[in-house]
């Protein structure tokens, strides 16, 4: 996701300090666009998008997934989602096939997003051609905060 | 499902709809009546009669009144919608279209029957290439994105007969253009490539010449650029263009500032479009129809869709249809001939001086805005603008958590339509909203005056009284609307019309 | 100078404010040497024209004119001389409030012509059936062009592993609508193929079978066609669907829709059409507009504008702009048209007429046109030397003679504008005639026609002068 691309008509943007900021993980990697992704025990990539990027996104109405048996590819967009007046692509970490993806996670106005980024509003599950590659270019979750905080000056 | 209203003058026309009424009638049949099953025997036919209302003549213009009331307009209001250029439609442009010679005229009469119409367009494409410093123009393009993907394909053409169509893939987009112009890039096959503005919101010439090369089929610039600034390095950017062989096509979106004050093609484009519908005079129509020529140079002309209109050695004109490199048909006919009606009819009362009066005094009232509002809201690039300024909601969201849209939205309660919002985007203009301000030249001073003052006593409420603001508008028949739902739930229609 | 308010003592007061000598030092950013000068010196254009002069200069070019009030008239391919009701020119043009506002992005002072474009969606559903329009497109040539984009897109999208770039336009498509998609899809790559029309002036169904392969994104089909001639368009619909593409109906003469089968009912996925025959007058061809309409599960992929119902704040009916995501404003090179300015002054005024008309009126003036079509077609049928085309299918509004080429300003001397030659147009033989029928055509004027016709082809025969 792109938020520095963000159009932000009608997004209000709260304070940082006001949000209700819940537990990131730091065993997921993080990208600059506000995706993490974390390797499961049975080797496939878990990914979503961060805690942060729901509270930007404030009005999300619509999300456009793949389906399970597509490839994905590291750096490029597996999907879109959509707030009333943005839209935003959706960044693979690794490339690799999808196992799983998470249809529902709209339902109930993406509740499962809202309260839980990390967990039961993860996106796409990816048996990656190769997990090393979660490394590469990404960044821990000290890296990522730091960078939230300087995106907040 | 909200409730339908009482009064009403306040209903959808569906719901004001009663069997039996109506406002059109027939004379009675002057030949032998038909038996629709019999003369369309075998056709399948509607299950039922389309269900569209039944209002009576009375209760039919009530209903029309009371909705045009609800909205503003440049007739009623000052509407300074940045990029849009809200000028005055004077009347005269209106009442001349509507006689018959215009409003019965058929695309297939003979050309012997259209002549005072071809020589209309003769003389306004003549017109647009005097402006724009070209040299050949089409006027069909219903509107500026229209006009646009006729240039691209133009574009495309060309290196086509030249073959280099494969090699030059690329369209350079400066990041704060208008989202037409990547859409245009994509919808003509090319790919968008986004260049970054400099510091002051110029074109960054290092940045050009880096990814500029033999793939760039052309670049598509906005003069004066959407941050409502003019661009002084127009001429070298051309020949860095022309140095790889590339095209610059301009977007005219802006051409209320520059009118008659330079040609264009003289700092070096290739192609640009107009906007009749801002630079002369169309009115909006809540949205169109407008008309968006393209002017282009000697070497693009070939391309250009068919027809063409042509004097004839005899002093009469045609359609041309005989171009056997044109890109084709853009749409039916001869373009949205009723607006060029219009653009002429106002164009012809500027004449020579008046086009040039008109861009200086849209640029004199922009930077009068600007000087008078810059110690109450943030100029995003605060020098001499063009005929739009843009401020953004730094001090007002730092200072008191209030935001462009709340502003835009308390400008409604002070009778006055909102400027241009969030474009340029956040992105382009420090993460902050922008407020693009554009109050043409027909505004008098006193309406600008007026507005400055309802910025200022914006601003001093952003302080005093936040919420009032972010609360706004105060005043109009609805409150914030939820846009929100309008999209995960849309409801396109009114449900008394499906069976 | 016209339209420009502020007097000189103005101006001063505000170069004063900015802090310049003159409005000329406010263009310094571009180069002195390529400025025009004060005197305008190389842009040679007219002097200024006050209201007297451009109203006599306008008045001279129409006297170098005629129109279709000057004649019997009887020319349409998609352009029809239909009544327009002096209600739609005084709502649309001369109530300032909706011809001089801007696009409804800000819904709380747009509720006017957010109201209008909803209730115009509406018409189009009832019109078409289907559950979702927008508010309109630059024309039908465009809209169909658009609409064989979206078609596209959709099987693409839904066989992504599949390579399906081939479009069909399939019959006898309108000259200007076919040349627009051929030039859309060669600017974005796609295949063109087409199929033409049978002997009876319907798609061969036949050739249309044989074209359909797994490479076939989109069928768009014309009916009525622009011979006139009312497709089977259920059948085709059933060629398409068998091949899992989809299939565009376009329609020039919505009128049409009073009477025939909504093209949702007959499975179509996309309708589009120009919709000038309702309530907007000819104008050389435009502005008009195209109409848009899908089954409500395509909603995304559509282009243009689209208004939805909602709530304000404080619970009440409300409209605004939805699903904006899927434009050029926010997708940029994604979006799914890059159209933004359309033609919604033309589609308010469809909705007045519509309204004008109403339920009963609409049908009524199908019926009327049908009646007054058969009638023609039966007297031109009677004409000696004159052959009707097409003459066991099924028409609307339109229909072809065949007879003797070059009659046509003879006619005309005789104050009859015939059919359109059809030869000048590609679509036809030398003495091909389209002959269009709206509710202004007369008996009078249909019976005239035909003498003239017969008249002429009469002295003719015998070799006789004009």
Known sequence: MRLKHELRADVHIRNTNERLTMARPDNARYLESHEWGRLEDDGTVTIGITDFAVDQLNDLTFVDLPEAGDKVTKGEAFG???????VSDLISMV??????????????????????????????????????????????????????????? | MTKIPENPAERLMF????????????????????????????????????????????????????????????????????????????????????????TKAHPYLPEADVQGHLELMYNLEHYLCEVSGLDEVTLQPAAGAHGELTGVMCIKAYFEDKGEADQRTEILIPSAAHGTNPATAAMAGFKAVTLKEAANGNIDIEELKKKVGPQTAGMMIT???????????????????????????????????????????????????????????????????????????????????????????????????????????????????????????YMTQLGREGVRRMSQNAVLGANYIRVMLRDYYHVHHDRTNAHEVVFTDLKQDKENGVHTLDIAKRL???????????????????????????????????????????????????????????????TTPVSKVDEKTASTNPQLYCAMCLG | MPFIQNTDEDRK??????????????????????????????????PSMGELEVTRHIDALLKKTRNANDFAFFRGAGIYNHHVSTLTDHIALYDGNFITAYTPYQPECSQGTLTTVFEFQSCTTALTGFEVSNAGMYDGASALAEAVMMGYRLTADKFRKETRETVVLAGAIHPEYAGTVKTYCETTGLKLVTVGAGPDGRVDADALKQAMSREVAVVAVQSPN?????????????????????????????????????????????????????????????????????????????????????????????????????????????????????????????????????????????????????????????????????????????????TKAGLDKALQAQGIMGGIPLEDICMG??????????????????????????????????????
């Open chain 2, 223 to 345: 003069n004066p650029s959407t941050l409502g600034i003019l661009e002084p390095k127009m001429r070298e950017i051309a020949e860095i263009l022309h140095g790889v062989g590339a095209q610059l096509y301009m977007d005219g979106a802006n051409m209320n500032a520059i009118s008659g004050i330079v040609q264009p093609g003289d700092y070096g484009i290739d192609v640009m479009h107009f906007n009749l519908h801002k630079t002369f005079s169309v009115p909006h129509g809540g949205g169109g129809p407008g008309a968006g020529p393209i002017a282009v140079r000697k070497h693009l002309a070939p391309y250009l869709p068919t027809p063409r209109v042509k004097k004839n050695d005899d002093g009469s004109f045609s359609f041309d249809y005989n171009r056997p490199k044109t890109v084709g048909k853009v749409r039916s006919f001869f373009g949205n001939f009723g607006a060029l009606v219009m653009a002429y009819i």
């Open chain 1, 80 to 86: 879109e989602i959509e707030s009333v007046k943005a």
């Open chain 3, 429 to 466: 033989e030398p003495g091909d005639y389209l002959i269009a029928i709206t509710e202004l055509t007369t008996k009078a004027d249909i019976d005239s026609y035909a003498s003239a016709l017969a008249d002429l082809l009469q002295t003719s025969d015998h070799g006789g002068k004009e």
């Open chain 1, 95 to 153: 490339s690799g096939e999808i196992t799983a993806v998470h249809s529902d996670v709209d339902d109930d106005d993406f509740s499962a997003l809202k309260s839980d980024a990390f967990g039961k509003g993860w996106l796409i599950k990816v048996k990656p051609d190769n997990a090393d590659e979660l490394n590469e270019g990404t960044k821990s979750l000290a890296e990522y905060e730091k960078q939230l905080e300087e995106e907040a000056h």
């Open chain 2, 412 to 474: 409604i309660d002070y009778g006055i339509h909102p400027m241009t919002v969030y474009f340029p985007l956040p992105q382009n203009t420090g993460g902050q909203g922008a407020m693009m301000v554009e109050p043409t030249e027909t505004e008098s001073k006193e309406s600008i005056d007026y507005f400055i003052d309802c910025m200022k006593k914006i601003a001093q409420e952003c302080k005093d009284n936040p919420e009032l603001v972010k609360t706004a508008p105060h």
């Open chain 3, 226 to 402: 622009f011979f006139g001639v009312i497709e089977d368009v259920e059948s085709l619909v059933a060629t398409t669907h068998e091949n899992e593409a989809n299939i565009v109906q376009v329609i020039a003469e919505p009128v049409s829709l009073s009477l025939l089968q909504t093209p949702a009912e007959a499975g179509v996925d996309i309708c589009v059409g120009e919709g000038q025959a309702i309530g907007n007058h000819m104008f050389m061809g435009g502005p008009a507009f195209g109409f848009f309409a899908s089954r409500k599960e395509n909603v995304r992929k559509m282009p243009g504008r689209i208004v939805s119902e909602t709530t304000d704040r404080d619970g009440r009916r409300a409209f605004a702009l939805a699903l904006a995501t899927r434009e050029q404003h926010i997708r940029r090179e994604k979006a799914t048209s890059n159209i933004c300015t359309n033609q919604a002054l033309c589609a308010l005024r469809a909705l007045i007429q519509l309204a004008a008309w109403g339920k009963g009126g609409f049908l009524e003036l199908g019926k009327q046109i049908i009646s007054k079509t058969q009638y023609a077609r039966q007297t031109f049928g009677a004409i000696m030397g004159v052959e009707l085309l097409y003459a066991e299918s099924p028409v609307f509004n339109e229909f072809v003679i065949r």
């Open chain 2, 15 to 102: 719901e004001i709809s009663k069997p039996g009424r109506r406002c059109v009638t027939f004379p009675a049949l002057d030949v032998p009546e038909v038996d629709v099953d019999v003369a369309l025997k075998g056709v399948k036919l509607r299950s039922e009669p389309a269900r569209l209302p039944e209002i009576g003549e009375l209760d039919l213009v009530r209903h029309f009144k009371n909705l045009a009331d609800k909205n503003y307009s440049v007739d009623k209001n000052f509407y300074p919608l940045g990029s849009c250029t809200m000028k005055y439609n004077p009347k005269i442009n209106v009442t001349l279209l509507a006689q018959p010679g215009y």
């Open chain 3, 13 to 46: 007061a505000m170069l004063d404010a900015i802090g310049v000598a003159s409005i000329d030092e406010l263009y310094s950013d571009i180069p002195a040497d390529i400025r025009v000068k004060e005197d305008g010196d190389k842009i040679r254009l007219n």
